[in-house]
């Protein structure tokens, strides 16, 4: 059984860099799957952000107001979120997913909280 | 982007009744839908995705139906354990999009 588990600073500071950890049990990133990023803000609104492939290709969301970039450490079987000069509209509860096609998501993490203050 | 727009907003149901939540799309998503349960304190748990087609393990109760811009989640005979919010999806066109979410409570 596959099984996503976030991680991260918890609070971060406005115009500083946020790096979250999705690590993944039961299954290879690199044998299938879309690898994806979602965060949900206090007022429950979703938003997808972006996903690498198995094979390590990365699409991302072009609506974002800042920049992202998702990468992975194979040999740990973990991929990651950075998100550069963060502000108070980043701060939101961030889960990674995994999904056969990318389409929709069958699998969660069970999201890592994030607070952008100062 | 495509808008996803739901209504209710909150939806307040007694057990055993059938609730109906309504999802619209800003353009036709051609059946590219899909319906996540989240309940409180938990992450999204997908329910339903080619707007009809009931992921494995979901209970039959749950039901979809839609096409064009038009989709809704029916659930019969409510339980309490249904006690959730409700998220539709579109993913038709990149970036998938959801809407804003329906608050379901027991009456």
């Known amino acids: 059984q596959m099984q996503l588990q976030e991680s991260g600073p918890g609070l971060v500071k406005p115009t500083q860099s946020l790096f979250l950890t999705c690590s993944v049990t039961?299954?290879?990133?690199?044998?299938?799957?879309?690898w994806i990023w979602i965060r949900q803000s206090q007022g429950k609104h979703l938003e997808w952000m972006g996903y690498?492939?198995?094979?390590?290709?990365?699409f991302y969301n072009p609506s974002l107001k800042s920049p992202i970039s998702i990468t992975r450490e194979t040999s740990k079987n973990q991929f990651f979120l950075q998100l550069n000069s963060v502000t108070t509209e980043d701060t939101a509860m961030y889960y990674c997913?995994?999904?056969?096609?990318?389409?929709?998501?069958?699998?969660w993490g069970q999201g890592t909280l994030v607070t952008v203050s100062s | 982007d495509i808008q996803m727009t739901q209504s209710p907003a909150s939806l307040s149901a007694s057990l055993g009744e059938t609730v109906t939540i309504e999802c619209r799309a800003s353009?036709?998503?051609?059946?590219?839908l899909a319906w996540y349960q989240q309940k409180p304190g938990k992450s999204p748990q997908l329910l339903i995705y080619?707007?009809?087609s009931l992921h494995t393990g979901v209970p039959s109760r749950f039901s979809g139906s839609g096409s064009g811009t038009q989709y809704s989640l029916k659930i019969n005979s409510l339980q309490s354990e249904d006690v959730a919010s409700y998220f539709c999806?579109?993913?038709?066109?990149?970036?998938?999009?959801f809407g804003g979410g329906t608050k379901l409570e027991l009456k």
């Open positions: 353009e036709d998503i051609y059946n590219g």
């Open positions: 997913a995994g999904d056969p096609g990318g389409n929709w998501f069958a699998y």
């Open positions: 080619n707007a009809n």
């Open positions: 690498m492939t198995y094979s390590g290709e990365t």
């Open positions: 999806q579109q993913y038709y066109n990149y970036p998938p999009t």
């Open positions: 039961g299954f290879s990133i690199t044998s299938g799957y879309y």
